[in-house]
């Protein structure tokens, strides 16, 4: 503890720290993802003597010799055997490392749509390893933006991705985002409202790194399309269709052509918007808007244009 002039009036060892927001926890744990714990320290009024402002620093550090400091387990070693690095091989399903990227998987329709990847590592290992988890860091390129995913060890030998004999003894193992958990349904990487490229590599070892591109136009056209049919033309006007369609995959249109119009930029590929006039007014002005398929066919609704 420091007073306000930052001079240490007292330090003390604490062995174990209860934590008041974990009901029975006995010392305070870590994991990959973070973890909030709450404590109460007893501090003596006597020590107080100056009147203003004291800082607590609490310094905590683990020594736990089966675990990295990513809190990612240590795989044991055989008796005498040498200490090996890790090397994972890092890829996606499906693969969005192309200048059009890629949109994911889909599961679902119209407003339950949902695109995901399925991020894998391998490793050629001796034996079954003994952490059954690793992390997965992804970066987005432009922004630095960082989101953190839990590879799951595939043990069953029936399933696809299960264990492989190389030769000599070793096996190919991977470790994969797609887990069904009764707590949290699957658990792969949920690309539905997020944008732009990324880097994927794992966490704490040694592994290449791959690339995904998004291809947000893929996902707002094959939204738009399961639409179709499904809204009474009578019952949705032009701009809520598509205002609907762009915010179910995370890009913000506003209500309103004319807003629409304004709020965007001259764009020419699928899933852009294109605009159309009065044709009875003598100077252009946009007043129905539908979503371009990159082909033939643009999907809208066929609402009734009201005189302003």
């Given at each position: 503890?420091?007073?306000?002039?930052?001079?240490?009036?007292?330090?003390?060892?604490?062995?174990?720290?209860?934590?008041?927001?974990?009901?029975?926890?006995?010392?305070?744990?870590?994991?990959?993802?973070?973890?909030?714990?709450?404590?109460?320290?007893?501090?003596?009024?006597?020590?107080?003597?100056?009147?203003?402002?004291?800082?607590?620093?609490?310094?905590?550090?683990?020594?736990?010799?089966?675990?990295?400091?990513?809190?990612?387990?240590?795989?044991?070693?055989?008796?005498?055997?040498?200490?090996?690095?890790?090397?994972?091989?890092?890829?996606?399903?499906?693969?969005?490392?192309?200048?059009?990227?890629?949109?994911?998987?889909?599961?679902?329709?119209?407003?339950?749509?949902?695109?995901?990847?399925?991020?894998?590592?391998?490793?050629?290992?001796?034996?079954?390893?003994?952490?059954?988890?690793?992390?997965?860091?992804?970066?987005?390129?432009?922004?630095?933006?960082?989101?953190?995913?839990?590879?799951?060890?595939?043990?069953?030998?029936?399933?696809?991705?299960?264990?492989?004999?190389?030769?000599?003894?070793?096996?190919?193992?991977?470790?994969?985002?797609?887990?069904?958990?009764?707590?949290?349904?699957?658990?792969?990487?949920?690309?539905?409202?997020?944008?732009?490229?990324?880097?994927?590599?794992?966490?704490?070892?040694?592994?290449?790194?791959?690339?995904?591109?998004?291809?947000?136009?893929?996902?707002?056209v094959s939204v738009a399309n399961s639409w179709v049919g499904a809204i009474p033309s009578d019952q949705e006007l032009?701009?809520?269709?598509?205002?609907?369609?762009?915010?179910?995959?995370?890009i913000s249109l506003p209500l309103g052509v004319g807003k629409q119009y304004s709020s965007t930029e001259f764009d020419?590929?699928?899933?852009?918007?294109?605009?159309?006039?009065?044709?009875?007014?003598?100077?252009?002005?946009?007043?129905?808007?539908?979503?371009?398929?990159?082909?033939?066919?643009?999907?809208?609704?066929?609402?009734?244009?009201?005189?302003?």
């Amino acid at each position: 503890m420091y007073d306000l002039d930052l001079m240490r009036v007292q330090s003390r060892t604490v062995p174990v720290l209860q934590c008041v927001v974990h009901e029975g926890c006995d010392g305070l744990t870590a994991n990959p993802n973070g973890e909030i714990h709450g404590v109460i320290i007893p501090v003596p009024v006597s020590l107080m003597e100056k009147a203003g402002t004291y800082r607590f620093v609490l310094h905590f550090y683990d020594d736990y010799a089966d675990s990295y400091r990513n809190h990612q387990v240590k795989a044991a070693l055989e008796v005498n055997a040498p200490a090996e690095p890790l090397i994972f091989e890092v890829s996606t399903d499906p693969s969005g490392d192309s200048q059009e990227g890629h949109p994911g998987h889909q599961t679902g329709q119209r407003d339950t749509t949902k695109f995901y990847v399925v991020i894998k590592a391998t490793l050629i290992w001796r034996g079954e390893p003994s952490f059954k988890t690793i992390g997965f860091m992804l970066k987005r390129t432009k922004t630095g933006e960082v989101k953190r995913k839990t590879g799951y060890l595939v043990t069953d030998p029936n399933d696809p991705d299960g264990p492989k004999d190389v030769g000599g003894g070793l096996k190919r193992w991977t470790f994969r985002t797609h887990k069904v958990l009764a707590d949290r349904g699957v658990t792969d990487w949920i690309i539905t409202k997020e944008k732009g490229r990324w880097e994927i590599r794992v966490e704490g070892h040694k592994s290449n790194t791959v690339k995904f591109k998004i291809n947000k136009r893929a996902q707002i056209v094959s939204v738009a399309n399961s639409w179709v049919g499904a809204i009474p033309s009578d019952q949705e006007l032009c701009d809520k269709f598509v205002a609907r369609v762009y915010n179910h995959v995370g890009i913000s249109l506003p209500l309103g052509v004319g807003k629409q119009y304004s709020s965007t930029e001259f764009d020419i590929g699928a899933g852009c918007l294109i605009f159309y006039d009065w044709t009875d007014e003598p100077e252009w002005e946009p007043a129905h808007v539908g979503i371009w398929d990159g082909g033939s066919s643009v999907i809208d609704t066929n609402c009734k244009l009201k005189e302003h």
